[in-house]
């Protein structure tokens, strides 16, 4: 039986390359999990100084199921003046970019 003559091998295709991340511009909002995981990390590690960083994420994540409206409600509030800062900081940038 004759071999079948293999496909020649295309060149590997070229990776786009990332863009260059800007410095300058503004940080997004937070989230309300992330100001409470922020607010409670150090008490969990704490709690549980043999936990990994991941063990410490999953107890996070459980605090903040078991929380009611009332107990989120500050971490809820934080996130929204975040929200309001990360869009004028924004504004200013793109306003910044065009002059």
């Known amino acids: 039986m004759a071999?079948?003559?293999?496909?020649?091998?295309?060149?590997?295709?070229?990776k786009a390359s990332k863009k260059?991340?800007?410095?300058?511009?503004p940080k997004r909002?937070?989230?309300a999990y992330m100001f409470m995981s922020q607010d409670w990390r150090e008490r969990i590690k704490a709690a549980n100084p043999d936990a990994s960083f991941g063990e410490v994420?999953?107890?996070l994540g459980a605090k903040w199921q078991?929380?009611?409206d009332?107990?989120?409600?500050?971490y809820v509030d934080m996130a929204e003046r975040d929200k309001l800062r990360a869009a004028k900081e924004k504004a200013d940038y793109v306003r910044g970019?065009?002059?």
């Open 3 to 14: 071999k079948a003559a293999a496909a020649p091998k295309a060149a590997p295709a070229k």
């Open 20 to 25: 260059a991340k800007d410095t300058g511009a």
């Open 29 to 31: 909002p937070l989230s």
């Open 57 to 59: 994420g999953r107890l």
């Open 66 to 68: 078991e929380m009611n």
């Open 70 to 74: 009332a107990q989120k409600k500050p």
């Open 97 to 99: 970019l065009r002059d």
